[in-house]
């Protein structure tokens, strides 16, 4: 088609190209082992699909409530609460989203005005930035602390003003696996006490936190919870991130607002999925156990790789480690991935794309929701460069 003479005005004049996007294709051109991007290269339950394959045969094909259906919001109330005492009402406290990254889109243009502006803690998904942006407000981006990311809570209170209507916090933290302890959500709280902040809390990988580390829900503080939109994933949680379901968990006066932008936007999600999701959860070892069965995927890949020359701490949360190569190469990390992917035919994922002013720590993410036999294969590849 011949291309129009539009004078377009572009609310996002300067998005970059996706870095798993790039690298995705790179992994594709050189046939390399693909852990970039975080992706399960293995199956959900067959349990669940069958759920799924029931649901459309009983005749659940046609459009779902606006919020979701009740046995759905119910069955997430009484997680939440299980998890962390909190009491959500399902109808009015709960939405069921077009996975979390339409959850937090939706709580973002809900809340956010032009000239208004919003905390970002750096390093983030990138998500978060271009929905402040298209809504007109100003992210006010700060760097987490050296190469284990800790947040100095005395700049975090230094950035709060009048115009801050809101802060995202996320926890498990992707990219670097670090998990918010409960230390950080009680200065978060005081933080915030007294103000009208809004907290977007994404807590995609809840359930994915390992050794002596818990999750630490901005749900489970009640000062928090009043304030808070808690987005969460059933792709991730489940190994099925191409199915695109999450939900939003918020009071009933920011879910008001948030339903407003959610109804126009897409009205209501996948009915047979939800319906699915809804026996599905009913058996809570189904995500309890979520988190020992990552962590020996995360453990096998570790001991695997325990005499190369990257340096790590192993992972807190997420199916996301942190690999330091500061002793291999003085390459960008952005050069070193790519490098990586042509000559060594394996693609990972450069830290200094998520940082502030894309600080360089020297680090490469790598994914390992992956089956064993990849994560060995990886493995001998890091372990001979």
């Not at 790179?26 to 046939?31: G, M, P, S």
């Not at 669940?48 to 069955?75: R, T």
Request: charged share 20%.
């Amino acid at each position: 088609m011949k291309s129009s003479a539009h004078n377009i005005n572009s609310k996002l004049p300067e998005l970059p190209e996706s870095i798993f996007t790039t690298m995705s294709r790179l992994a594709k051109e050189h046939d390399a082992i693909n852990i970039s991007q975080g992706f399960p290269n293995f199956e959900p339950d067959p349990v669940l699909i069958e759920l799924v394959a029931k649901a459309m045969k009983d005749g659940y094909n046609q459009y779902a409530p606006l919020g979701g259906i009740y046995p759905l919001k119910e069955v997430i109330a009484e997680k939440i609460s299980l998890l962390y005492g909190t009491n959500y009402h399902p109808q009015s406290e709960i939405t069921l989203t077009v996975g979390a990254t339409q959850a937090i889109f939706t709580a973002i243009s809900a809340m956010v005005w032009p000239g208004d502006e919003v905390i970002v803690l750096k390093p983030a998904y990138d998500c978060y930035e271009p929905a402040i942006k298209t809504n007109g407000g100003i992210p006010v981006l700060i760097q987490l602390r050296g190469k284990d990311y800790a947040i100095d809570w005395d700049v975090f209170k230094a950035h709060l003003n009048d115009k801050t209507r809101m802060v995202i916090i996320n926890t498990p933290h992707n990219p670097s696996g670090m998990v918010f302890s409960s230390s950080d959500m009680l200065q978060l709280q005081s933080c915030l006490k007294d103000t009208n902040i809004i907290l977007l809390s994404d807590e995609v990988y809840e359930h994915i936190v390992f050794d002596s580390n818990t999750h630490e829900s901005a749900s489970k503080y009640p000062d928090l919870a009043s304030r808070s939109f808690v987005c969460a994933s059933f792709g991730k949680t489940f190994h099925a991130t191409g199915w695109k379901m999450g939900y939003c968990a918020a009071p009933a006066e920011l879910m008001k607002e948030f339903q407003k932008i959610h109804e126009f936007n897409v009205f209501c999600v996948n009915h047979p999925f939800q319906r699915a999701l809804a026996e599905y959860l009913k058996e809570p070892a189904r995500y309890l156990d979520l988190g020992r069965f990552y962590q020996e995927k995360r453990d096998l890949f570790l001991t695997a790789i325990q005499n190369s020359r990257f340096k790590f701490t192993p992972t807190q949360g997420t199916y996301f480690q942190l690999l330091d190569f500061s002793e291999i190469s003085d390459e960008s990390d952005v050069a070193f991935s790519e490098r990586l992917t042509k000559e060594f035919g394996i693609a990972t994922i450069p830290i200094s794309v998520f940082n502030r002013d894309l600080v360089d720590n020297k680090q490469i993410r790598i994914c390992f929701a992956k089956t064993p036999e990849t994560l060995l294969k990886a493995a001998e590849i890091i372990t001979a460069i």
